[in-house]
């Protein structure tokens, strides 16, 4: 098999823009306002809620492009997928209101960071990389404290995903509502939301969809919308302003947004939500999978430790500790003379494990010549690896 040329942007976002994507960016500038951008928003509504996985809806202007039969709405947001989480979060909840975040890794946290911010977050912090203890968050909500359940679906800092559909059964069970930190899952891994009932999920564009950094989405039910309204007329209810979700309601039938939005972005997103609609959902989770599962494979045959437990292994970034004697100098080397980029860890892992990207629009040569090259730098290092067949691993 010819060899991939070219460098290999294994990180696990923001990914690697098309072509398109990038070209679509360099639209001329157009009114917010104006029927032309409006045209932009109702596709982008409506490829986003393919993205979802949520039910069909026109792609076309004045169509109610933002909803389905579903009843779940779409806001786009001009902001990271952190922006996102805070608009559901600030909007949602009250100081006066307890909101469970159980966490296994940075951006967990981070969850839970930002939701103390506008609620009483009672934060279940557990290791880096092990599952959740299911068992635990049934007895907490069992007290009837909580009025939510908010976690990171896909956790990129320890290469884990979570049981989202169990959580969701204990979250029915006890009556309290479902939020989904999506930023790393959705449009990369199964996301099920009117099955999880999940009453609110956001994505960022720079992650799975291959889109620009810099936009957002959140999908919302009509329990979400409800009980946002029912928190507003309350003396307690955040303060909110730019990312206040009421405007953002009242003119997203309209195809429009409350202030002036990302055009650009809007725009190259939807060239990138264009892409993974030709490739299907369901094939970009199997591409995805299919890389993952050949980076796990692949290098736990020549020794190394997998950092997640192995039962909720995420299927858009792997998590992989170094070797002995081996730490982020190998990272550099492999960027400057392989030209190969993959991610280092973060906070107390920094140094001791790399995480491998496999998400966005990622060719399935392009992962298999990188984890050539990272083998060969391996060896460069005084690995003793013999020789391996590489393409093996991604069949």
Sequence with gaps: MERYQGDCFLVPGPVRLAQSTLSAMATPTMTARGTEYRDVMAELNSLLRMTFNLSPSPSQRGKESWTGEDGYKIIVVSGSGTAAMEMVMANRFSKDEKVLVPTNGKFGERVALLGDVFAEVTHLKGEWGKAFDLDEIDEILARGEHTALAFCHNETSSGIVQDAEALSIIA?????????????SVGGLPVHPKKWKAEAVVVGAQKCTAGPSGIAAIAVSEDFIERVKARRSKP???PVYYLDILPA?????????????????AIGWVAALRILDEETLAGRWQRCEKMAAGVRSLF???????????????STVTAILYPEGINDQWRAALMEKYSTQVIGAQDHMKGKMFRVGSMGETPIPEMIEGCKRMIECFIDFGMEIENIDVEAHFE
């Design 236 to 238: 307690t209810a955040n």
């Design 300 to 314: 736990s045959s020549i020794g190394l430790e997998l950092f997640a437990d192995k039962e909720q292994l995420s």
């Design 172 to 184: 029915a069970k006890h009556g309290v509502s479902l939020i989904l930190d999506g930023i790393t």
């Design 249 to 265: 309601l009242k003119k997203g039938g309209d195809d429009q947004t409350p202030w002036t939005p990302a055009i650009n972005l």
